[in-house]
């Protein structure tokens, strides 16, 4: 059983910074991806990586702001966010593929983490 893990929400002030890190129990064979859902919105991509982080895959939203890694000998895959403004608050969730890719499409995501709270105060 493959367990996610989130960790690295917080509070920011608008044009601040955070870095969420996801660590991934079992194999690394897995395209990851990193998704997020906001108060009375749907749950939406932000980004993904393959498994040998050698392709990825943004929303247009964060394009350019946020920056997803992973680094497979510690099982661990990260989304540095930079810029962050009022309209990226919500809760992101770490997951992860069996195909391996850089998916950008939920249902294709098997396992899910439980999530971690990004708020950005105005």
């Known amino acids: 059983q493959v367990q996610l893990v989130e960790s690295g929400g917080g509070l920011v002030q608008a044009g601040g910074s955070l870095r969420l890190s996801c660590a991934v129990s079992?194999?690394?064979?897995?395209?990851m991806g990193w998704f997020r859902q906001a108060p009375g919105k749907e749950r939406e991509f932000v980004a993904a990586?393959?498994?040998?982080?050698?392709?990825?895959n943004y929303a247009d939203s964060v394009k350019g702001r946020f920056t997803i890694s992973r680094d497979n000998a510690k099982n661990t895959v990260y989304l540095q966010m930079n810029s962050l403004q009022p309209e990226d608050t919500a809760v992101y969730y770490c997951?992860?593929?069996?195909?391996?890719?850089?998916?950008?499409?939920?249902?294709?995501?098997?396992?899910w983490g439980q999530g971690t709270q990004v708020t950005v105060s105005s």
């Open positions: 079992g194999r690394t064979f897995y395209g």
């Open positions: 997951a992860a593929n069996r195909v391996g890719s850089a998916l950008s499409g939920s249902p294709a995501y098997t396992y």
């Open positions: 990586i393959g498994w040998a982080g050698d392709s990825t």
